[in-house]
C-alpha cells in the first residue's frame, strides 16, 4: 500500500526559505514528484524525479527550488529559496508507477498516489 505524507510547511516572508519533507511507502523505484494549488488557482507541477534520478523542474520555479531524495530513508525533499507571495499555494507530492525517466515535468494525470498536502504562505 501506498502512502505519501508531507510535512514542512509553514509561512515564510519573502526572500526566505523553506524545506518540505514527504515520507513515502513505495518499495521501488517510482516517479516522485511536488505539485501545488494557490487559492483559486488549478493544481500545478513543481519539480520531478525520474525512476532513474533525472530531474525536471517547472520553469516558475528553476533556479530557487531544489529537489532531492533520501533512498534510506525514503524520504522526499524540497527545499525552496528565495521565496515569494506568488509561491503560496498547497503543496503535494506525489507517485508514480508509469514515468520512468523524464525531461520535463510530467503532468498530474501520470501521478496516481498523493499526499495530503501541506501549506506553505509567504508574506512580502
Known amino acids: 500500500q501506498v502512502h505519501l505524507a508531507e510535512s514542512g510547511g509553514g509561512s515564510a516572508q519573502a526572500g526566505g526559505s523553506l524545506r518540505l519533507s514527504c515520507k513515502y511507502t513505495?518499495?521501488?523505484?517510482?516517479?516522485l514528484g511536488w505539485f501545488r494549488q494557490a487559492p483559486g488557482k488549478e493544481r500545478e507541477g513543481v519539480a520531478a524525479?525520474?525512476?532513474?534520478?533525472?530531474?525536471a523542474y517547472a520553469p516558475s520555479v528553476k533556479g530557487r527550488f531544489t529537489i532531492s531524495q533520501d533512498n534510506t530513508e525514503s524520504i522526499l525533499y524540497l527545499e525552496m529559496d528565495s521565496l515569494t507571495p506568488g509561491d503560496t499555494a498547497i503543496y503535494y507530492c506525489?507517485?508514480?508507477?508509469?514515468?520512468?525517466?523524464?525531461?520535463?515535468?510530467?503532468?498530474?494525470?501520470?501521478?496516481?498516489?498523493w499526499g495530503q498536502g501541506t501549506q506553505v504562505t509567504v508574506s512580502s
Open positions: 513505495i518499495k521501488y523505484r517510482w516517479c
Open positions: 524525479i525520474g525512476n532513474d534520478g533525472t530531474i
Open positions: 506525489a507517485a508514480s508507477s508509469r514515468v520512468a525517466s523524464i525531461m520535463s515535468m510530467p503532468a498530474e494525470r501520470w501521478f496516481d498516489y
